[in-house]
Structures are given as C-alpha cells and as structure tokens.
T-cell receptor, first 114, second 117 residues
Framework: QKEVEQDPGPLSVPEGAIVSLNCTYS??????FMWYRQYSRKGPELLMY????GNKEDGRFTAQVDKSSKYISLFIRDSQPSDSATYLC??????????????FGQGTTLQVKP | NAGVTQTPKFRVLKTGQSMTLLCAQD?????MYWYRQDPGMGLRLIHY???????AKGEVPDGYNVSRLKKQNFLLGLESAAPSQTSVYFC????????????????FGEGSWLTVV
C-alpha cells in the first residue's frame, strides 16, 4: 500500500460547482497536511496546509483533515476556470519535517469548464 | 526574486549518455530535493539533502546520483541514461522554522524535461 493515495482523475466540473478533492494516507504519524497546486508545465506551489485535525478555510478553499480515518479533503467553492490544475496532497510528520523526506500523492487533475 | 532555478529546461539524450541537472536556490534553504513526475505516478522523490555535504535516497534512487557541495546547489546526475528515465524532473527546496504548526513548505523549480531515446 502506498503511503499516500489520490484519485488521479481527471475531474471535470462546470464553472461555479463545488469541488471535492480527496487523499488517503497510511502513516498515523502524519501531523501536517499540505495541498499543492500545479498548473500545466509549471512546478507545484503551496496552496494551503493544516496542522493536525480539523478544518481550515482560505477564501474559496477549505482543507479538512480526519485523522481517525486518515482522510484529507480539499473543497473548492464557486470553482473558476483558473482553478483548472493538478492538486497534490503532501501529508508529513514532524520527523519528516526534520529529515526532509517528503512524499506526495499522485495528484488529481481538475478541469473547470466555463 | 529567482527562488529555485533548474538548468537545462529541455534535453534529449541517447541511451547510455550521461548528464547532470543543476539546481540552484537563493533562499538559503537547508533542505533540497529532486523529484521526477510521470503520468499517473505523481511526484516521486529521487534523492534529497538536509544540508551541505549530505544526501539521502528517496523512493526511486536507482540510476541517479546527487551531490550537494554548496548549500545553494543540488546536482542530479544520470551516469548512463535509459529510456525509463524519460520524465519531468523537479528540484525543490524547503526550510522548517521549527514552530509546531509550520510544517515544511516546499518551493519548486519550473521543471526540466528530459527525453532519453
């Protein structure tokens, strides 16, 4: 079993839809839950992150962590064509923060159609 | 405001040739990484470094070597290129400010497209 799993999609939605992107992980030591966004032919960029369980909201984006089920979600409200990108989750532990060994999910490709 | 810079951006190699990808960061970050990205496989960690003079293996290190002689540079070498190494390579760097909730924010370069024929 991979440490981090994502459905690669592609996921296609109409503009204005609510999008749910999900990730599962197996390592119960993970405490930091990062989401990166990658536009076509570009490097990934940090979108947002949460520490431990719970929700975090940033504009139209909400990150949610359920540590009991090892499930991470990213919700996008009022999706826009400019949200079309690949979204990668990257959970990690404090230990990996120190050692530097950071692993990503496969990424989910999202297309928002006007 | 360069951030993480990778060279070259594009390269075509013949099987068996060698080459080096250069990564430079100007953010004084301790950690540096090399990932490869393939369709359906996501980002896979090749090698990483937690400081000048140190390197460690990631998920897919075979066929690659790295060196971190200077803090700002991280080199990825392919000694004898194979078609299976056709991929997009991303260098990244990061820091951790040590606070409990900060995690590790990674800054990526723009990528290097490598084709081995």
């Amino acid at each position: 079993q991979k440490e981090v799993e994502q459905d690669p999609g592609p996921l296609s939605v109409p503009e204005g839809a609510i999008v749910s992107l999900n990730c599962t992980y197996s390592n119960s030591a993970f405490q930091y839950f990062m989401w990166y966004r990658q536009y076509s032919r570009k490097g990934p960029e940090l979108l947002m992150y949460t520490y431990s369980s719970g929700n975090k909201e940033d504009g139209r984006f909400t990150a949610q962590v359920d540590k009991s089920s090892k499930y991470i979600s990213l919700f996008i409200r009022d999706s826009q064509p400019s949200d079309s990108a690949t979204y990668l989750c990257a959970p990690h532990s404090k230990g990996s923060s120190n050692t530097g060994k950071l692993i990503f999910g496969q990424g989910t490709t999202l297309q928002v159609k006007p | 405001n360069a951030g993480v810079t990778q060279t070259p951006k594009f390269r075509v190699l013949k099987t068996g040739q060698s080459m080096t990808l250069l990564c430079a960061q100007d953010m004084n970050h301790e950690y540096m990484y090399w990932y490869r990205q393939d369709p359906g496989m996501g980002l896979r960690l090749i090698h990483y470094s937690v400081g000048e003079g140190t390197t460690a293996k990631g998920e897919v290190p075979d066929g690659y070597n790295v060196s971190r002689l200077k803090k700002q540079n991280f080199l990825l070498g392919l000694e004898s290129a194979a078609p299976s190494q056709t991929s997009v390579y991303f260098c990244a760097s990061s820091y951790s400010d040590g606070t409990r909730s900060s995690g590790n924010t990674i800054y990526f370069g723009e990528g290097s497209w490598l084709t081995v024929v």
